[in-house]
């Protein structure tokens, strides 16, 4: 037993001594912005974390990160955001890297590299050495906008709010859906969508859910079809947009949003093979018990005829704390198409294939979604409610969105006679929208919630 304590105690003293070499050693060469961080925070974090640059999707984060003097401030919040993974925002799972389009997620080594240098003291080190950081200027960031102010180019359409829309200075967080005007006259003719852009108001913008623009998130560039794939956008459509507003609240903070919209259309002569539609997938008819911390709920979708699956969109509120969706082929084998282990609601990410995905026809779709009712979620507004589908950000929701084409190729020519079935299902699409739409009423709002949020 002596002899096992003694090699003990050698051993706790001989890695002292090694702990204490690699201090020395650590402060002699331990990382600096210039040389380490900055390419790191480059090719990670500054397509969002920029000054006045080309906020793509005009949605920004709160400080840049290619300043030495922001990154040194924030450097204890930057490793409390690199380790619990809230930084760079991605919700799904480490499974599906390369799988789809814009996603972030940061390499074990970079992420070390950054903890080091927050750990080292958050050195400057040598401007000289940035030389290097520059060769590797993150996707996006770094780019010109355009002199249309667009990154789709020119549109072909703009949509904009009716008056501007005033967030008082009390608002913290506020999510009104609200109507995109159609200037008079300017879309009489259906028109096949190719790409479509948001172009925010500004910072207080946190993200946007369109009904015809994809998501608006931060660093998020326009929503683009692949080529030959498009949508109707009927005559006079019905466009709105759901704005997640997320400012400090306080005397002065009021500010007036302006964000428009706009849209690229295919040329006349171009061909469109495959329609683009939609499902948002709801599935109601549950309730999460209170406290609950894992409430699990399932819903299946017969899949009726083949299709390529263009993205996919999980939906939930504010309990949301997972999401799965898995595909079961006609023979039973069975494939997890997204799994975002940890679902915030704060971020409404669209995970788009880089390669549209076949789905034979007499597929399952298996989705699943799991809630936590407890007071353990941070987010949770009540957790004594017994929780129900809603609309309400109090209430819950279950949704699949998908974006998809059936694999038939329409060979339709942009400029001739529309195909009456895809006319027929462009337009009871916008009248559905029109009639489900709750939209936000300048006239009638007083904003008294705003007292009730703060009892
Ligand atoms: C897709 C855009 C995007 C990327 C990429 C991104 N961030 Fe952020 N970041 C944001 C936004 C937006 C916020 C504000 C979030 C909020 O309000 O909750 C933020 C907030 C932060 C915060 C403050 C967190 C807090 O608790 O207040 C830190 C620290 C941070 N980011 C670090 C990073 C680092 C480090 C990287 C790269 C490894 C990175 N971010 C990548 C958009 C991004």
Not at 377 to 390: I, Q
Not at 432 to 453: Q, V
Request: proline share 8%; charged share 20%.
């Amino acid at each position: 037993m002596k002899s096992l304590a003694n090699s003990f105690i050698t051993l706790a003293l001989g890695s002292i001594a090694l702990a204490a070499a690699s201090l020395v050693s650590a402060q002699d060469n331990a990382p600096t912005f210039y040389a380490d961080a900055l390419p790191v925070f480059q090719k990670n974090c500054v397509a969002c974390h920029q000054p006045e640059g080309p906020s793509v999707g005009g949605i920004s984060a709160p400080m840049p990160l290619n300043d030495y003097q922001q990154a040194k401030a924030w450097a204890p919040m930057i490793k409390n955001a690199l380790i619990t993974g809230y930084m760079p925002p991605w919700g799904a799972h480490e499974r599906h890297r390369g799988e789809f389009k814009d996603e972030r997620y940061i390499d074990k080594k970079e992420l070390n590299l950054l903890l080091a240098w927050v750990d080292g003291g958050a050195l400057e080190g040598d401007p000289n050495d940035a030389m290097r950081a520059e060769a590797l200027v993150a996707n996006g960031a770094g780019t010109v906008l355009p002199e249309s102010g667009w990154w789709i180019g020119e549109p072909d359409l703009v949509v904009e709010f009716e008056a501007p829309v005033y967030v008082p200075d009390a608002v913290k967080d506020w999510q009104p859906t609200i109507q995109m005007m159609v200037p008079e006259g300017a879309h009489e003719n259906p028109k096949w969508i190719s790409r479509t852009e948001l172009n925010t108001g500004g910072p207080w913008v946190h993200h946007i859910v369109s009904s015809h623009m994809g998501v608006g998130v931060p660093g998020r560039g326009p929503f683009s079809y692949p080529e030959g794939w498009g949508v109707l956008l009927p005559e006079n459509p019905f466009v709105t947009v759901n704005m997640h507003y997320h400012k400090n609240p306080g005397e002065g903070t009021a500010v007036e949003d302006n964000t428009s919209a706009g849209f690229v259309f295919y040329d006349d002569g171009e061909i469109i093979d495959h329609v683009v539609e939609t499902n948002l997938l709801p599935h109601a008819g549950w309730t999460i018990p209170p406290g609950d911390p894992n409430y699990e709920v399932n819903n299946t979708y017969d899949i009726e005829e083949d299709i390529y699956l263009l993205s996919m969109g999980p939906h939930m509120h504010y309990r949301g704390k997972a999401m799965r969706y898995e595909l079961e082929y006609p023979d039973g084998e069975r494939e997890v198409l997204l799994w975002v282990p940890d679902y915030d609601f704060n971020w409404q990410f669209l995970y788009e294939y880089k390669e549209p995905k076949f789905i034979p026809a007499g597929s399952t779709m298996h989705m699943s979604w799991w809630f936590d009712n407890s007071d353990a979620n941070r987010f949770n507004p009540d957790s004594t409610a017994s929780v129900e589908y809603g609309p309400a950000t109090t209430d819950e929701m279950a949704n699949a969105r998908i974006y998809y084409a059936p694999t038939t190729r329409r060979g339709i020519v942009v400029g001739e006679a529309l195909p009456e079935d895809v006319l027929k299902m462009a337009r009871e699409d916008d009248r559905i929208r029109r009639e489900r739409a709750t939209l936000y009423d300048p006239t009638s709002d007083d904003f008294s919630w705003l007292e009730e949020d703060s009892r």
